[in-house]
């Protein structure tokens, strides 16, 4: 990637989503832009300011990031050209000096907030729990407000001089965090091992249209990773769905499904098709690979017995 490009995430400097940022080295040469909130992101990249925008979709405990899926489904045209997935370890931090005792406010993003919830009525029953637009946010609050902790990253508390005063305090252990990086256009290369996001509308609610439209996928064997309903924005009532598949726009199956769903059912709004990330799938992606190569082969054998 070339130096010149410009890559906006969720200020200011310390989060988790520059943490995950920073576990893709092809981006790390470009400028990192820390910004204030993920629609700020989002709309920045949109609007030419950045390159590519990078934001957290999806926690493993909290569930989707609404207003992440929300600006990408109705508010901008934007691309996914990758996800990370990473790893969620919540620590209390405060500045040196403060101890559990000394603490009456603990501040982070409310995502985190949420993870913490049972650790917090346990061990802080009493402190006063407040938002704040980023953990790295909290942080850098922490630094200069007496008796006030953060919960973020280990990150965050090496970039604002906080120390530990308890470690891995989320509620659940093995919590995660997937990301997107988004551009204004063009789609990620096909890899063997992808996942494709969609916005459906359906032109016409009535018993049976949802199944209709489910039908697509199935009768293909498709498999739809995830469906998620948001409010279509119209009316009381009137949803539209996110649906991420597996598979890439370029493979024949998934094209024909689409066109299938858009003709008969739906307006559809691509949002990307884009390598798969988690535990195994470079593994997955080889595998895929060594197949589509092996298939080739035979059929190029039987090809040249044509007379």
């Keep these: 990637m070339a130096a010149s490009k410009r890559i906006a995430f969720l200020g200011p400097e310390g989060t988790f989503t520059e943490q995950a940022l920073r576990t893709q080295p092809d981006l790390l040469e470009a400028e990192l832009v820390p910004m204030r909130t993920f629609v700020d992101v989002l709309r920045a ?10 934001v957290a979709i999806e ?11 929300d600006t990408l489904a109705f508010d901008t045209n934007l691309v996914i050209q990758r996800e990370v997935v990473l790893d969620i370890k919540m620590n209390l931090m405060a500045a040196p000096g403060t101890t559990l005792a000394d603490v009456h406010t603990v501040a982070s993003h409310p995502v ?9 009525s346990k061990e802080l029953p009493d402190v006063d729990v407040q938002p704040a637009n980023s953990t790295a946010a909290a942080a850098e609050a922490a630094a200069d407000a007496p008796g006030v902790a953060a919960l973020g990253p280990q990150l965050a508390g090496e970039r604002y001089g906080l120390k530990n005063l308890a470690e891995d305090v989320a509620d659940i252990q093995g919590n995660q965090t997937r990301f997107l990086l988004v551009a204004p256009d063009g789609v990620s290369r096909q890899t063997g091992h992808d ?10 609610d009535k018993p049976g249209s949802l199944v209709a439209i489910l039908h697509e996928f199935s009768a293909r064997n498709l498999n739809l990773s995830k469906l998620t309903s948001r409010p279509a924005r119209t009316t009381l009532g009137q949803y539209c769905f996110i649906v991420d598949l597996l598979g890439h726009i370029a493979d024949d199956v998934v094209a024909n499904c689409l066109t299938n769903v858009r003709a008969k059912h739906a307006d559809v709004k691509f949002l990307g098709s884009y390598p798969v990330a988690g535990s195994g799938s470079v593994q997955q992606r080889e595998q895929a690979n060594d197949a589509w190569i092996d298939a080739k082969e035979w059929m190029d054998g039987l090809r040249r017995q044509i007379s």
Excluded: H, P, S, W
């Excluded at 990249?45 to 990078?54: A, C, R, S, W």
């Design 195 to 204: 996942k494709t996001t969609l916005v459906l509308t359906q032109r016409e």
């Design 112 to 120: 985190a907030n949420a993870q913490c919830r049972t650790f917090l």
């Design 45 to 54: 990249t949109q609007d030419g300011e950045v390159d590519l925008g990078f």
């Design 59 to 69: 926690n493993a405990i909290e569930g989707t990031v609404n207003v992440t899926l």
